[in-house]
C-alpha cells in the first residue's frame, strides 16, 4: 500500500511498497480519507526538535476514514462506517487511565510517532480507538477534531473551565488557538479576545467568532485596560507571551498553557499571586471525551470554525505540506491530506502553488 514513511536518516518518503497491515483480535482495520499535518509532524521531519520512538514508521495523527475490516471479537462497528481515529494508545490499567487522565497515561502510544501512523491507504487501531462520525460533519472536519479541535477542547473546558459570561483571551490563533476562539464562544464566553503578531490569524478569529483580535501590545494594553480577563488561553509556548496571558489576568483569573516553548517563564511576584487568588495550569492533549464532545459540536452547528481546516493536499505532495506548515503558508489553521487523491489529476482543483 501506499505509505509516508520517516526513515532512519530522518527523511520522509511517499512509498508504494509498505505492508498493509491486518486487523488482529480486537482491532479494527481503517481505510483512511483525510488526514490532518499537525506541527508535531513538522518536529519530527524538518526541525528536528521531537523524535519518533521507532523508524522506519508511517507518520500522521490526525485521521479520519472508514472501517474496512474487523479483527476477531470486535463488535459495535461496521465495515464502512465512517471513523475518527483517537491519537493515543492508554492501557487503560494504570493509575492515571483508571482516574480519567489517559492523556498521562505510563504506557500511552502516539499513532504516527510511538505506533504506525495513518498518511497510509489503511491502519489498524484497538476497536476503541475509532469514534463514529455522523453524516453532518465533513472528512476533514472529523480528521482535524481528533487531534487540533480536540486539544483545544481539553484546554478552554476541561484545564480552562470556559463557561457562560466569562471574560476570555487567546494568545496565538493560527493554529490550536483558533480552534479555542471558536470553542469559548461555543460555551458561552460573553467576551473573546484574540491576540497574535499576523494579520491573517486575526482575520481568521474574527471569522471564528472572537469580538476583537489585536496585535500582542496593543493586546495586551487593551485587556489590562479593560480589568483584565477570567481565563487566557496561551497557544505560543514561548515566555514572552507566558507572561502577558499571567499579568493580564483579573482577579481569580486562570492562564491555561498549551504552547510548548523551553524557554522559562517568570510568571510574576509571589505575592501577586496569593492576593490575587491567580491560577496557572499546563494542558496537553486530551482525553476520548474531549474528542466526542469536538464532534458532537462540530456537528451540530455549535461549534463553527471556518478556517481551521485550510488546504487539501494529496498524499504525494506530503512532504511538501511539511514545508508549507513550517512555514505558516497553510490556507487555515491546519493542512490536511486526501489519502485518495491523486497528485496529478487534482493539482488545479485543490489549489496548489
Ligand atoms: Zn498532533
Ligand atoms: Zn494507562
Known amino acids: ?209 472572537a469580538d476583537a483580535a489585536y496585535e500582542p501590545e496593543e493586546g495586551f494594553a487593551k485587556i489590562t485596560e479593560q480589568g483584565g480577563v477570567d481565563v487566557a488561553l496561551e497557544f505560543v509556548g514561548r515566555a514572552e507571551t507566558v507572561e502577558k496571558a499571567v499579568r493580564s489576568l483579573d482577579d481569580g483569573g486562570r492562564a491555561v498553557i498549551t504552547g510548548v516553548g523551553f524557554e522559562p517563564a517568570n510568571a510574576g511576584r509571589i505575592m501577586t499571586f496569593v492576593l490575587r487568588e491567580r491560577e496557572l495550569v499546563g494542558s496537553y492533549g486530551h482525553e476520548p471525551s474531549d474528542v466526542r464532545r469536538s464532534i458532537e459540536l462540530l456537528a451540530s452547528g455549535e461549534l463553527v470554525l471556518p478556517k481551521v481546516v485550510g488546504d487539501v493536499i494529496p498524499l504525494a505532495d506530503v512532504r511538501k505540506g511539511l514545508d508549507r506548515v513550517h512555514t505558516g503558508d497553510t490556507g487555515g489553521s491546519r493542512i490536511v491530506v486526501d489519502i485518495k487523491a491523486c497528485a496529478d489529476t487534482d493539482q488545479d482543483q485543490v489549489g496548489l502553488n
Request: negative net charge; contains cysteine.
Open 1 to 209: 500500500m501506499r505509505a509516508a514513511v520517516l526513515d532512519e536518516s530522518g527523511e520522509l518518503t511517499v512509498r508504494d511498497d509498505w505492508p498493509e497491515p491486518e486487523p488482529k483480535a480486537g482491532e479494527v482495520l481503517v481505510a483512511l480519507e483525510k488526514v490532518g499535518i499537525c506541527g508535531s509532524d513538522v518536529h519530527f521531519v524538518i526541525d528536528k526538535s521531537s523524535k519518533t520512538s521507532y523508524a522506519p514508521i508511517v507518520l500522521g495523527h490526525e485521521p479520519y476514514g472508514r472501517v474496512a475490516g474487523l479483527g476477531e471479537g470486535v463488535t459495535g462497528v461496521e465495515v464502512g462506517d465512517r471513523v475518527a481515529i483517537l491519537p493515543l494508545i492508554t492501557c487503560m490499567e494504570c493509575d492515571r487511565c483508571l482516574s480519567g487522565k489517559t492523556r498521562l497515561c505510563k504506557q500511552r502510544l502516539c499513532i504516527g510517532a510511538d505506533a504506525e501512523g495513518c498518511w497510509a491507504d489503511f491502519t489498524t487501531v484497538p476497536a476503541r480507538n475509532v469514534v463514529p462520525v455522523p453524516d453532518s460533519l465533513s472528512d476533514t472536519l472529523a480528521a482535524v477534531a481528533t487531534d487540533s479541535v480536540a486539544t483545544s477542547h481539553h484546554s478552554v473546558a476541561t484545564q480552562g473551565r470556559v463557561g457562560p459570561g466569562m471574560r476570555v483571551a487567546v494568545w496565538g490563533t493560527g493554529g490550536l488557538g483558533l480552534s479555542a476562539v471558536g470553542i469559548a464562544k461555543a460555551l458561552g464566553a460573553e467576551q473573546v479576545v484574540a491576540v497574535d503578531p499576523r494579520e491573517e490569524a486575526r482575520d481568521w478569529a474574527l471569522l471564528t467568532g
